[in-house]
């Protein structure tokens, strides 16, 4: 007999099942009916923006986008738990969690389009640019978490990234650090199954990303991120426990992307089988919710069609606000440089002005 | 009797993919590693087929870990490997760059050249289709300026194989940039220069070497990649004008063909440098001081360059047109520098 065995995969925390039964009551979390329907009324409008999305990228009128369908229960619970003076930084894919944080969308719409008043963000909105160099924001969360621990502010800082980012050297240095000096510091790993075509089993022979928290010494635990209050429940914990002082912690969620990586020429067919998709959609978090919900009598056919109908208009209304907004100008690239632009982008500025 | 001269046009990514498969199937010390290089092929298309002919072994897709995948092939290196990398964007280089500065760029001097790296690290460089700041640079220079490193940057499907046949047999490191404009893939704008006659059996195509794509005696225009093509583009204008433009195609940072560049001016006695990279302490710096070191004389006019201005790439098509040298603005500076 070998000493050493084959790791057996963890229990999900999970309190839905696919069924949407509560199958953990200990753990569901104690919201409210406003609260919960809240959860369901934000996954629905994330859905539905997210559609709207993808059409709109097809016809050119935004620009960069990537999908969120099949994440929403990950990235609506999460960010659900936090308050709104907690410090968000996302990664590209993260846009409704900003939203939720009170990113305006049309801001977002432009952000998408890339235009610098995108990433204005309005006082009070705690957000940072939504990160594409893949672990950048894991080693700037922690220095959030820093900042409000040396100004002895109780606010936390959260940051999302993917599985396949979780191999970035950035990653562990992040978490690291975070764990020497207890940042008050939530790390998401939305664990989406793939990294563009790179399934997650090619990123790391862990049983689970959540155990990367290990090395790290900073609790981690692994939840179904297709269960919107296990990981409602999961983030509530982590975050009383940074804002009381008591550190850093790691979340993983196991969820799936419905659609391709990005708008940008992805065709997930050459890397997934139609089945492996259908598996996921069984587990559909929307799905799932909708069902307790109802059965609880807390949510039905007109909620679902006065969200969505509200989402459209909303969406419509955010892009006309997004179009009409002034175009970004050439000088203006460069006075965006410096806060005082140095004199030789003055001179530069000269010549682009000609 | 009629001669049928025979084209075999291939796209960018699929004459680089057609030397790696080549040198594989020449040398078995030759594998290739890096992010969606696998049976997605690199999402720019340089290891199209390569995965599905060679194997997952051969052809690995990486954990998003640069630092470890480029370390990895300077250890593979040293042990006599021929390992190519893709750092899937140059401007991914910040979370690798000491591998790639501090030791595949100083190994073989720190060694007394007893090790070798023979690898090869290429990348997807350049804008032109929205992708803003982040993923539409060429960092040509921040390349270039390191010692210890070959930089190339092929701008047509004949060159990138021949380069990188090359790349791979060099038996130091060598970064080989290619123009994802010029990969000729079927989800960006269609450029009739990203295709090309490309012979099936192989060849090479020296590193170092200027290539003078288009004669003429008026003036010499310096570009890379898409500069140059934009340079013949603008030269091909200009002889409607009656001016009649060289263009050189640099085609390599690192080792620079001086003389390539020293004859035309000699002859030409006007020089235009222009690149796609930001202007200052860059490319046209080196190439207009090298020319005024030693043809300062043989000038007539005062040395023009184009670059990027000191900014980030915007993502808005008309800003970026903008900033970055295109046809017109050649055009216009050439006719400056022949008034002069
Ligand atoms: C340092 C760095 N390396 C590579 C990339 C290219 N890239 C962008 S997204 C991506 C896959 C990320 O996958 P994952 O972390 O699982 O997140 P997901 O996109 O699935 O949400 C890669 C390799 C990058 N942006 N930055």
């Not at chain 1, 994440?71 to 996302?90: H, I, R, Y």
């Not at chain 1, 269960?227 to 993983?252: H, T, W």
Request: overall charge negative.
């Amino acid at each position: 007999m070998s000493a050493i065995a084959p790791a057996k995969p963890l229990p999900y925390l999970q309190v839905l099942d696919p069924k949407g039964v509560i199958v953990n009551p200990d753990l569901a979390p104690r919201l409210t009916d406003e609260a919960l329907r809240a959860l369901m009324y934000k996954m629905v409008f994330t859905r539905v923006w997210d559609q709207r999305a993808v059409k709109l990228t097809r016809q050119g009128r935004l620009g960069f986008y990537a999908p969120v369908a099949g994440q929403e229960a990950s990235m609506v619970g999460s960010e659900a738990a936090t308050a709104k003076d907690d410090f968000l930084l996302p990664s590209y894919r993260d846009v409704p969690q900003a939203v939720w944080h009170g990113w305006p969308l049309y801001q977002a719409f432009l952000y998408s389009r890339g235009h610098q008043h995108g990433g204005q963000f309005p006082e009070g909105v705690n957000v940072l640019i939504p990160q594409i160099i893949i672990g950048a924001q894991i080693v700037q969360a922690t220095g959030v978490g820093m900042a409000f621990k040396l100004k002895g502010e109780k606010r936390v800082a959260f940051t999302y990234i993917g599985d396949g980012g979780t191999s970035q050297g950035d990653f562990y240095e992040g978490i690291n650090f975070a764990g020497v000096y207890q940042t008050p510091t939530v790390f998401v790993v939305q664990n989406n199954q793939f990294a563009i075509s790179v399934p997650v089993k090619l990123q790391t022979a862990a049983e689970t990303l959540a155990k990367k928290s290990a090395a790290a010494g900073i609790p981690g635990i692994q939840v179904d991120g297709m269960d919107v209050l296990a990981v409602y429940a999961a983030m509530k914990q982590a975050v009383s426990r940074a804002r009381s002082g008591g550190g850093p912690s790691l979340i993983e969620t196991v969820t799936f992307r419905y659609g391709p990586h990005t708008m940008s020429g992805d065709d997930p067919t050459r890397y997934r089988s139609k089945e492996l998709e259908e598996e996921w959609r069984q587990k559909d978090p929307l799905v799932r919710f909708r069902n307790y919900l109802s059965q609880r009598g807390l949510w039905s056919d007109k909620d679902e069609e006065a969200v969505i109908e509200e989402a459209k208009t909303t969406v419509s209304e955010a892009l006309t606000k997004a179009d009409e907004y002034q175009s970004m100008t050439l000088p203006g690239l460069i006075d965006r440089m410096f806060d005082t632009l140095p004199h030789d982008l003055i001179a530069q500025r000269a010549e682009l002005t000609e | 009797m009629s001669t049928v001269v025979h084209r075999r046009l291939l796209t960018g990514n699929k004459a680089m993919a057609e030397a790696i498969a080549q040198e594989m199937e020449r040398d078995e010390n030759v594998f290739v590693m890096g992010e969606d290089v696998g049976a997605y092929g690199g999402i720019f298309g340089s290891a199209e087929g390569l995965h599905q002919r060679f194997g997952a072994e051969r052809v690995r897709d990486t954990p998003i870990s640069e630092t470890a995948f480029i370390g990895a092939a300077i250890g593979a290196a040293a042990e006599g490997m021929r390992p190519i990398v893709e750092l899937m964007f140059v401007d991914f280089f910040g979370v690798c760059m000491d591998q790639i500065y501090n030791h595949m760029a100083k190994i073989h001097y720190m060694s007394g050249g007893n090790v070798k790296l023979p690898m090869v690290l290429m990348t997807a460089v350049g804008g032109g289709y929205s992708d803003a700041a982040q993923h539409s640079q060429t960092l040509y220079a921040t390349f270039a300026h390191m010692p210890g490193l070959k930089v190339v940057a092929p701008a047509t499907p004949y060159d990138l194989k021949g380069m990188m046949v090359s790349a791979i047999r060099d038996d130091n490191p060598v970064i080989f940039m290619f123009h994802k404009t010029l990969q000729g893939l079927g989800w960006m704008d269609q450029l009739d220069y990203s295709v090309g006659h490309v012979p099936e059996e192989e060849y090479t195509v020296p590193l170092g070497k200027a290539n003078v794509v288009r004669e003429g005696k008026d003036v010499t225009i310096v570009g890379i990649q898409m500069t140059m093509h934009h340079a013949v583009e603008a030269a091909n204008q200009l002889a409607v004008e009656g001016i009649e433009a060289e263009v050189i195609d640099l085609r390599s940072l690192v080792p620079l063909d001086k003389e390539t560049i020293l004859n035309s001016v000699r002859k030409t006695h006007r020089l235009l440098v222009v690149d796609e990279d930001y202007r200052s302490y860059g490319m046209t710096a080196e190439i207009a001081a090298i020319v005024a070191e030693e043809a300062l004389y043989d000038l007539e006019a005062p040395i023009l360059r184009l670059a990027v201005p000191d900014v980030p790439i915007p993502y808005s098509r008309p800003l970026e047109q903008a900033i970055v040298p295109g046809v017109k603005e050649i055009r216009e500076a050439v006719e400056q520098l022949v008034r002069h």
